[in-house]
């Protein structure tokens, strides 16, 4: 008997130290525009994001079509708060199939960029896992 209360506890105490290290809010956020406006708009929704929810927030930018150009080093606008933002946890992906279709070359996109086979499933893969959807 003891030994099954034993691990029942054990079993509730791991599933309590789970909860405790996912995060809080999960935030997937498309950009698929070459509005440079509105690239300026998502860093500093990230800021104010991060800074009303907190530390415990986990946010993936989804840059695809138009918008690759906010993670390719010679058109970006936002390079230096990419780099600030991908520091403090930021994830940054790229969408493979704009790549390939505009023959981009990966070495052009800024080192915190990672990547993803499609940027629209990305979106829709995140939302049905729960996360929260913005788009400027």
Request: net charge positive.
């Amino acid at each position: 008997m003891k030994k099954i209360l034993f691990t029942s506890v054990f079993a509730l105490l791991l599933g309590f130290h789970a909860l405790a290290q996912s995060p809080a809010h999960k935030i997937v956020i498309q950009v698929n525009t070459s509005d440079t406006t509105a690239w300026h708009g998502v860093v500093r929704n990230i800021g104010n994001l991060q800074s009303a929810l907190g530390p415990n927030t986990s946010i993936e930018v989804v840059a695809h079509g138009s918008g690759i150009g906010l993670l390719i080093g010679s058109k970006t606008t936002q390079k230096a708060k990419i780099a600030e933002l991908a520091a403090k946890g930021v994830s940054f992906v790229a969408c493979e199939n704009t790549i390939r279709m505009n023959k981009i070359d990966k070495a052009t996109l800024l080192p915190q960029s990672g990547f993803v086979p499609s940027g629209v499933a990305e979106v829709i893969l995140k939302q049905e896992a729960g996360w929260s959807y913005l788009k400027p």
